[in-house]
């Protein structure tokens, strides 16, 4: 089995900064894709960053300049650094992760925490 926890949602007000975190544990070998999206009440989920095992990043075109997908591939986590946030970030963001282990390759999903850009 894999467990994919994410942290570091919170309340900040506009132009702040929040870092988003994302543990990967459980049966795992290695993690191959990684990403975070995020669902706005009454909105479709979407992708705001995902980063290849190559490294490669790709980002949604209202979060270019302003937030930046990391991983540390030892420990099987994902970072989401925002900064200069907006009132239309705020979201539940979701983390994503490809795993590689002795099953096969699959995707995993975390629960979401919550972010709230608000004065």
């Known amino acids: 089995q894999v467990q994919v926890v994410e942290s570091g949602g919170g309340l900040v007000q506009p132009g702040g900064s929040l870092r988003l975190s994302c543990a990967a544990s459980g049966d795992i070998f290695s993690l191959y894709r990684v990403g975070w999206y995020r669902q706005a009440p009454g909105k479709q989920r979407e992708l705001v960053a995902v980063?290849?095992?190559?490294?490669?990043?790709n980002y949604a075109d209202s979060v270019k300049g302003r937030f930046t997908i990391s991983r540390n591939s030892a420990k099987n986590t994902v970072f989401l650094q925002m900064n200069s946030l907006k009132p239309e970030d705020t979201a539940a963001y979701y983390c994503n992760v490809q795993v590689h282990n002795r099953v096969g390759t699959g995707d995993y999903w975390g629960q979401g925490t919550q972010v709230t850009v608000s004065s």
């Open positions: 980063m290849s095992s190559s490294g490669n990043t």
